[in-house]
């Protein structure tokens, strides 16, 4: 029954922790349609909302991190854990990346739809509402590496690398230094802190400032890419790193 347990608390972390990342990344598409379709503060609206709900798999997920802890978890079986969470995140957020102009159409569907139900009823009939026509080309939101602004792409870099790790990092110093446990899960709190002020205080408001200009096919488009795509290469190269901790210990 023990083994069993852990099995459902690793498949608890490994499952949480993608989709809240991967809703999270779809989000954006909120904010994209609102400004094709115009409607910016419904767009930044829905996407925080969707960003404070996808926090429900917390609930999930930290009592798991903390069980398999206290239960002597070996750190290579830990690493193991958070690798392969950190793969399967930058496999399902880059597809998410890769499709973004089918999910910002979806998102014009609910933002249609929300005129006239609540904001549930609107997801729940946007996904099964037969697709409309509401752009002039599929082509709307595109990715383009060529035209990534470098300095918005390392600094979602700098600022997701804190942001992906601040819960992994904190347990994992909690298995080396067992005996202060609880005081180094504690530093969840640190790392996510510098992600979020860099995100914050520059990012968001890069992004908001672009999205609330006047032309539709500006920068806007290659920032919102640059955050996600840094974003992409702070999971990729997370995993890199606890793979060389992995071999190395």
Request: hydrophobic content about 55%.
């Amino acid at each position: 029954m023990e083994i069993d347990i852990f099995n459902l608390a690793a498949v608890l972390i490994v499952s949480c922790y993608v989709l809240m990342h991967s809703i999270e990344v779809a989000s954006f598409a909120s904010r994209a349609a609102g400004k094709i379709s115009k409607r910016l503060a419904l767009g930044t609206t829905v996407h925080h909302s969707i960003y404070t709900g996808s926090r429900f798999f917390l609930v999930f997920m930290l009592p798991s991190l903390g069980f398999i802890v206290e239960s002597g978890i070996l750190l290579d079986t830990y690493l193991g854990i958070v690798i392969f969470c950190l793969i399967s995140t930058t496999i399902t957020t880059s597809l998410v990346v890769i499709n973004f102009n089918k999910y910002q159409i979806l998102f014009q569907k609910i933002f249609r739809t929300y005129i006239v139900s609540s904001l549930p009823m609107a997801f729940l009939k946007g996904f099964f509402k037969r697709r409309e026509i509401y752009l002039e080309t599929d082509d709307a939101m595109k990715l383009s590496f060529k035209n990534l602004p470098i300095k918005e792409f390392t600094l979602s870099f700098l600022a997701y690398i804190f942001l992906v790790n601040g819960f992994f990092i904190a347990f994992y110093l909690s298995i080396i230094y067992s005996d202060y446990r609880l005081t180094m899960s504690q530093f969840t709190a640190a790392f996510h802190g510098v992600g979020a002020v860099v995100l914050s205080f520059y990012l968001d408001p890069m992004l908001s400032r672009s999205i609330d200009k006047d032309n539709v096919n500006g920068n806007w488009q290659n920032n919102m890419f640059s955050i996600l795509v840094g974003r992409i290469f702070a999971y990729l190269f997370s995993a890199v790193i606890f793979i060389i901790i992995l071999l190395v210990s």
